[in-house]
C-alpha cells in the first residue's frame, strides 16, 4: 500500500468517543421498612436503576435480602451480637417492605465463647409455624464445671451430648411449631429461650452459654399482601381495641330468668 493513500487508517473510528456519563443519574433511592415489632421502622436505603421500558424497578427490588445488626434495629448496643436478614417482599411508593428471613450471630461473638477443656454441643431442627413457613433453627450450648468441682476439664461424654441434644431439639420444635412465625420472631429478640434449654439440660450435664445461634426460612407460603401488612399493624392499637363490655342482666336461678 502506498503511504498516505488511506488517510482514515490512523485516525479512530468515527463518533467513538462518546461523553462519559455519570451511572448514578440513572438510579434512584428507596427507603428500606422493618415490621413494627423492632423499634426503628427506618433502618437504611437501597439504590436500584429507574424504570426504563419493560425494566419496572419494584420488580427487580423484590427478593432482594438485607442484613443488618439487631442492634440497629432495637437501639441497643447489648444486642450487636446478632445479624438479622430482612427479605424485600412489597414495594409501594418509595418504601420497600420487608419481611424475616433469617438471623445469625457474628463470627466475634460464637469465638469469644470457645475455650479449652469444654465441650461443645450443638444441634438443629426444621419445624413448620402455625402459619406455613419452614424455619430451621441451630442451637450451641457448652459444657461447663459443676458446683465445687476441682477437676480442671468439663467433657461430657457422647451419651450424655446425646442426650442434651435430644433435649436441644424438644425443645426449638416446642418453639417453632406452637404459634406463627411473627410471634417466633418476637420471642426470638426479645426473650432468652437459650435459659430454657439450658435448665432443661442440666438433668443430664451443667451447660452454660446456650444460644439459637441461627434461623433459617427454607420455605415460605405463597406471598399475601393482607398477611405482610400484619407485620406492619402497630401492635399497641390492635391490642387496645378490644371493644366495650356489654352489660348482662342479673338472673336468679329458678325464677325463669326473672326476679
Known amino acids: 500500500m502506498a503511504v498516505g493513500k488511506n488517510k482514515r487508517l490512523t485516525k479512530g473510528k468515527k463518533g467513538s468517543r462518546k461523553k462519559a456519563q455519570d451511572p448514578f443519574l440513572k438510579k434512584e433511592w428507596y427507603k428500606l421498612q422493618a415490621p413494627s415489632m423492632f423499634q426503628n421502622k427506618d433502618f437504611g436505603k437501597t439504590i436500584i436503576t429507574k424504570t426504563a421500558g419493560t425494566k419496572i424497578a419494584s420488580e427487580y427490588l423484590k427478593g432482594r435480602v438485607v442484613e443488618v445488626s ?13 445479624k438479622i436478614k430482612l427479605c424485600i417482599e412489597d414495594v409501594q411508593g418509595y418504601n420497600c417492605l420487608t419481611n424475616f428471613h433469617g438471623m445469625d450471630m457474628t463470627r466475634d461473638k460464637v469465638c469469644s465463647l470457645i475455650q479449652k477443656r469444654q465441650t461443645i454441643i450443638e444441634a ?3 419445624c413448620r409455624t402455625t402459619d406455613g413457613y419452614i424455619v ?5 450450648a457448652f459444657t461447663k464445671k459443676a458446683k465445687n468441682q476441682q477437676k480442671v476439664t468439663c467433657y461430657a461424654n457422647s451419651a450424655q451430648c446425646r442426650a442434651i441434644r435430644a433435649k436441644m431439639v424438644e425443645k426449638m420444635s416446642e418453639l417453632g411449631g406452637k404459634g406463627d412465625l411473627r410471634s417466633l420472631v418476637k420471642t426470638l429478640i426479645t426473650a432468652d429461650p437459650g ?11 451443667p451447660v452454660q452459654n446456650c444460644f439459637i445461634r441461627k434461623v433459617k426460612v427454607l420455605k ?12 406492619y399493624a402497630d401492635e399497641n392499637t390492635a391490642s387496645a ?10 338472673t336468679v336461678a329458678g325464677a325463669g330468668g326473672r326476679y
Open 70 to 82: 439487631l442492634a440497629d434495629l432495637q437501639s441497643n448496643e447489648e444486642l450487636s451480637y446478632r
Open 220 to 231: 415460605k407460603p405463597k406471598f399475601d399482601v393482607t398477611a405482610l401488612m400484619e407485620w
Open 195 to 205: 435459659k430454657d434449654i439450658e435448665t432443661a439440660a442440666e438433668t443430664v450435664f
Open 136 to 140: 430451621r433453627l441451630f442451637c450451641i
Open 124 to 126: 438443629n431442627v426444621d
Open 241 to 250: 381495641d378490644t371493644g366495650k363490655k356489654v352489660a348482662t342482666e342479673e
